[in-house]
């Protein structure tokens, strides 16, 4: 059986446009206001049916639509890529198509339509819960833009995630645990939470550097705030299935489980990246960054990838330790034998630490290990 059955299949669209940029945003994101729908459409579809030729017959278990703002797409714009997305393979039964939305862009009337569309699932980018924060992370919506947003899209939705932002300047510990216990009264059983990441490039990551970015927590109050997540997280029944996610039984996120298992995912769209496993081969696939550029390329020359690699036995082994260490379940030690094609090394003083655990063939980061990923991954690594 080719490895990527193991982690599934799945399908992720790149939405480049947004209202604004956000001053943590590293995403290939961009302000356009004039986007001529038809013409993406049609670039779309056509990297879609490119794809589809390589990978005819597989079974799809999940549609992502990222960006970017997602939910400024036109609703028929996103139906047509589903109904070509159904051409080109089987759906499974529980195929979970997901898009990411805005709070300040997601009228009752537009969820409706992305609904008769065809998506299953909202995620939703609400970040903070108070206007003060919200201002801050440059978002466009107020707090009561996001409750009643998040409202409407659960009259339409089964399933809905949002994504929070912590270990936010000035943020207490007591403010944070008291934003998230009402994050978890108005959620839908699934949440992302993120600890506020400075990344270079970024118009934060300039700010910091020039020492104008005050009041970020400490690596004490930080490493607080996580475990504080976690347990209320976990006395609320929302599990922590993977580093920042938490979820229901059930309901965690099957497209980002293609991704920590190892599975195989076609990205298209500026910026996208992709995971395909061919002829039996692994390859990492990239495409051009800048929307203009990835457009005239695919009106062109008919490819948006710009990038294409074969990934070694090793790289793979390598990256399936670095993604599934991420997750609870971790990962089976056969497995990445078998790719990597060699013994996989696991110091025994992990073990012993107790930052590792490994039974029943499953290599998994502890509670006390998940906070050191970074660390544990790089000991295992080939």
Known sequence: MEDWHHGGFGLYIHWPFCEAKCPYCDFNSYVNAAVDN?????????????HGVLTRGRLLNSIFFGGGTPSLMPPKMVERLIDRARVHWSFANDIEITLEANP???????????????????????????????????????AAEARSAL???????????FDLIYARQDQTLEAWQKELSEAIDMSAGHLSLYQLTIEPGTAFGFRAQAGKLAGLPNEDLSADMFD?????????????????????????????????????????????????????????????????????????????????ETLTPRDHANELIMMGLRILDGISRTRIESIANAPLDIPSHLLDMRLLDLSENQLRATKSGRPLLNQLVQALMY
């Open 228 to 308: 504080a997540t976690n347990e209320i997280c976990a006395k609320a029944g929302l599990y922590a299935y993977e580093v920042s996610n938490y979820s229901h039984k059930s309901l965690e996120s099957k497209h980002n489980k293609i991704y920590w298992r190892g599975g195989d995912y076609i990205g298209i769209g500026p910026g996208a990246h992709g995971r395909l496993t061919l002829s039996g081969k692994r390859h990492a696939t990239r495409t051009v960054l800048a929307p203009q550029t990835w457009l005239e390329r695919v009106e062109l020359q008919k490819s948006g990838t710009s990038h294409q």
């Open 104 to 142: 300040s862009s997601v009228e009752a009337s537009r969820l409706a339509d992305f609904r008769a569309a065809g998506v299953s699932r909202i995620s939703m980018g609400i970040q903070a819960l108070n206007d003060p924060d919200l201002k801050r992370l440059g978002r466009l919506h107020s």
């Open 38 to 50: 038809d013409v993406w459409e049609k670039a779309l579809l056509s990297e879609l049916d490119r």
């Open 151 to 161: 409202t409407v899209a659960k009259t339409y939705f089964d399933q809905v995630s």
